[in-house]
């Protein structure tokens, strides 16, 4: 069978391309189907099929772009606890200059956040002191 704009081009009710359906030719379709006739899909160019799951239950954990679901619930981020009441570490460099420093070089994150067994120093940096500002400094 034809498509339903085919069969409307046939009966002279609708005009060949895009556009919608009058209404003489939308009443002659619901008549036409309720007589059993089955019409074929119209081919669509340039639409690409929607993936066969886009079930929300399959995707994989929420990463960088992830919008939840209207009303659903929002992946929470783990809670940042603190290891050192520290704000500030010190190190020295080859020349013996001493080096302020607040963020572990080996994970990033600020040195009273982070879980290094030894903690990433400074470029240049030689050796840790042992010295460090408490918080709020
Ligand atoms: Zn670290």
Redesign the pocket.
């Known amino acids: 069978m034809a498509t339903k704009r085919e069969y409307l081009i046939d009966l002279n009710l609708a005009k060949p391309g895009r556009g919608r359906f009058s209404r003489a030719a939308l009443d002659a379709l619901a008549k036409a189907e309720s007589e059993g006739v089955v019409f074929d899909e119209p081919v669509v160019v340039g639409k690409v099929a929607a993936p066969a799951s886009s079930d929300a239950s399959d995707r994989k954990s929420p990463g960088f772009g992830y919008k939840p679901e209207p009303g659903g619930i929002r992946p929470v981020r783990p809670p940042q606890i603190r290891i050192r009441d520290i704000s500030a570490m010190y190190a020295t460099d080859a020349d013996g200059r001493e080096l302020m420093f607040q963020t572990?070089r080996?994970?990033g994150?600020h040195v009273s956040f982070?879980?290094?067994v030894n903690?990433?120093l400074p470029f240049g940096a030689t050796a840790l002191l042992d010295k460090t500002d408490p918080l709020g400094v």
Do not use: E, S
């Open positions: 572990c080996g994970c994150y982070c879980t290094c903690i990433g």
